[in-house]
């Protein structure tokens, strides 16, 4: 019986170990209501929903979106501010959660609003500046000066918000072989064949032209990297994409928004569940709130749930490690928001748990060597 007892103790010990984990929130830092130091490093318990705040930056400017790196070594965020907009790169001190600033250099385009990394680059969108802009890697989280400037002009078919092009996301592809960039500005994706290594790391070699005035926001791959699900800000649809071999082709479109009513809108973020059955989409404004897609074996969608967030201007949102929470970034309501997740049906149920934070944007979850 001792025997059995310390089994189940092991168990459930292991459990509660599992269920620690630590997450990185990118914030504004000009609210007007309420004071960010930046980003903000918490301990959060899956099971309990306690959290514990280990560190936060202080005099860091609008980090609203970061990137870690693959060895999980090192962060980058992105510093949104007019002209004068950075990118900052930080190590991070895993056994106290701090960061420690290593470098910062000026974009070539203003209010980069998304980022990506691997060993050798980090990519940034700049989203007023309607560029894209590639750093290289150093040793020690330091950055060069930007290797590579890739500016679009034009004018898209809203004059209100299409003024000129708005690169909003950069993304791999699975493979590493490609990075995609949406232009909500000029209603398009493009295509660059990647050379990691290269003193260019990007080739253009396609684009994709989207709905005139839907305004391409965030984009999520399948994991073999041949369906793309791509959610447009402006028109309020979700796009299911072929790709292959640097080909776009659209498959179905649907809208987030019902048909019968008419209010504000503005789409924000995507992301599949690990399992790649369920797709979750956020909306803000009037919306103000998260969609749940079941994806069907052809990799279509179909929507089995839409409900509110609870909060206003939800905006990125993390899929917990266990895969039963989503954490939804309510930058409006200065809170995080926690859902429970019904790993077979896919719905998300409210906890009425939060995490406070300033006007939070990005939440990511940190594990290390994974």
Known sequence: MKIWNSFIFSILFMASLSAQNTIIVGTYTNSEKCSSGGIYIFDFDENTFKYNLKYHTENIINPSFVSLSPDKNYLFSVNENGDKSTVTSFSIDEKTGMLIKKDEKKTKGEDPCFLIS???????????????????????????????????????????????????????????QFVLATDLGLDKIYVFR????????????????????????????????????????????????????????????????????????????????????????????DADDISTFKILKDGKVKKIQQIKTKSRNPRNFAISPNNKLVLIANQDTNRINIFNRDIESGELTPTKKSIPVCAPVNVVFYEKGK
């Open 118 to 176: 691997d060993d050798d680059n980090v990519i940034v969108a700049n989203y007023s500046g309607g560029s894209i802009n590639v750093f290289k890697r150093l040793e020690n989280g330091k950055l060069s000066e930007v290797i590579q400037n890739i500016k679009f002009e034009g004018a898209g078919f809203n004059p209100k918000r299409q003024e000129k092009s708005h690169i909003h996301q950069v993304q791999f592809t699975p493979d590493h």
């Open 194 to 285: 990647y050379n990691q290594n290269g003193d260019q790391p990007l080739e253009k070699v396609g684009e994709f032209d989207a709905k005139k005035g839907s305004g391409p926001r965030h984009i999520a791959f399948d994991k073999s990297g041949k369906l793309i699900y791509l959610v447009q800000e402006l028109s309020g649809d979700l796009s299911v994409l072929s790709f292959n071999e640097g080909k776009i082709e659209l498959i179905q479109e649907e809208t987030l928004l019902s048909r019968k009513v008419r209010f504000n809108f503005r789409v924000a973020d995507i992301h599949l569940s690990n399992n790649e059955k369920f797709l979750y989409v956020t909306n803000r404004n």
